[in-house]
């Protein structure tokens, strides 16, 4: 006897599988000030995070635009629970298909914020 799988729910939200994830898209996501700091501090926590845990100096629609963008492009995950939708970066996925290129960038984004910052 064969099960079916459950029928997505309108609180499941799309990401491109792994294969489908595309080097243009994921340069692309992080080129933003603002989606660069919240991959930095998913990054930084190793976990998920929930969205109202950033505080970006930006409108809550444009900060839900800067989410999108990151889940569609492949580098976080998004998953209700309850009512809170938590953030996860694909690190698996992004180091595997991409080796090295997160980390070249948080660190690249570290030594930039240090440089404006005067340290």
Do not use: W
Not at 24 to 44: F, G, I, K, T, W
Not at 53 to 65: E, G, N
């Amino acid at each position: 006897m064969t099960t079916a799988a459950p029928a997505p729910s309108s609180r499941d939200l799309p990401h491109p599988a792994s294969e489908e994830i595309r080097l243009e898209s994921v340069l692309h996501a992080l080129s933003d000030p603002m989606r660069l700091q919240v991959v930095r501090e998913l990054a930084a926590d190793g976990g998920e995070l929930s969205c109202s845990h950033f505080d970006l100096p930006v409108t809550k629609s444009t900060t839900t635009h800067h989410f999108r963008v990151l889940r569609e492009s492949g580098v976080i995950r998004q998953v209700y629970c309850g009512t809170a939708k938590m953030n996860g970066l694909r690190r698996d996925d992004l180091d595997d298909l991409f080796p090295g290129l997160l980390d070249s960038v948080l660190a690249a984004a570290i030594g930039q914020a240090d440089r404006l910052a005067g340290v």
